[in-house]
């Protein structure tokens, strides 16, 4: 009985902590070749950038009047459709997940928000959102690394002539990875 009561406990504690909340308070992760900064404000929405990102918190603006860019003119097409760049990121966020944490998830979208350079199209930036009490919190920084060099890796778009007036172009999606790919 002692041996089973021991078993339980070591079971109970391995659970613990493998669900780490990683993202509690604003701090810097210094990892392997890479640097994330994570923000936490008060109201606990986690934002998890990389260090070198520089348009994480910048206005969208358009580059010849520095006026800025507003959602009401979110009806402009800033890129041209495409067909295959949904499926394709899609696809980098539930890879980017072990089976365990995508269980862990279920049921929750993560937030993934992408810089695009107006003029070449490249995804230049990733960044995160999450709560600081979601399952998102015990996901470990290096898989939002691998997301953010996959998508960078692989996506791309074609800027409109309205899309390359600004100083970038923001597109954003919530994805929970355990489910089945959208189209």
Not at 30 to 46: A, R
Not at 104 to 124: A, F, H, P, Q
Request: hydrophobic share 35%.
């Amino acid at each position: 009985m002692k041996t089973i009561l021991t078993f339980i406990g070591l079971l109970f504690c391995a659970t613990i902590m493998a669900q780490t909340n990683y993202y509690t308070a604003t701090k810097t992760f210094n990892e392997d070749g890479y640097t994330y900064q994570c923000d936490v404000p008060s109201y606990k929405l986690v934002t998890l950038y990389n260090k070198d990102s520089h348009y994480t918190y910048m206005r969208q603006i358009y580059k010849d009047t520095g006026e800025p860019f507003c959602m009401p003119d979110a009806g402009i097409d800033l890129t041209e459709g495409d067909n295959w760049t949904r499926t394709k990121r899609y696809t980098i966020v539930r890879d980017a997940f072990s089976a365990a944490e995508k269980q862990r998830v279920k049921g929750r979208e993560l937030t993934i928000t992408m810089v695009i350079n107006s003029s070449t199209g490249k995804v230049d930036e990733v960044y995160f959102q999450f709560v600081t009490f979601d399952p998102y919190a015990t996901i470990p920084v290096s898989v939002f690394r691998q997301i953010e060099v996959e998508i960078k890796k692989n996506i791309w778009y074609t800027p409109t002539s309205e899309g390359k007036k600004l100083n970038y172009i923001l597109l954003w999606w919530g994805q929970d990875p355990s489910a089945l790919i959208r189209l």
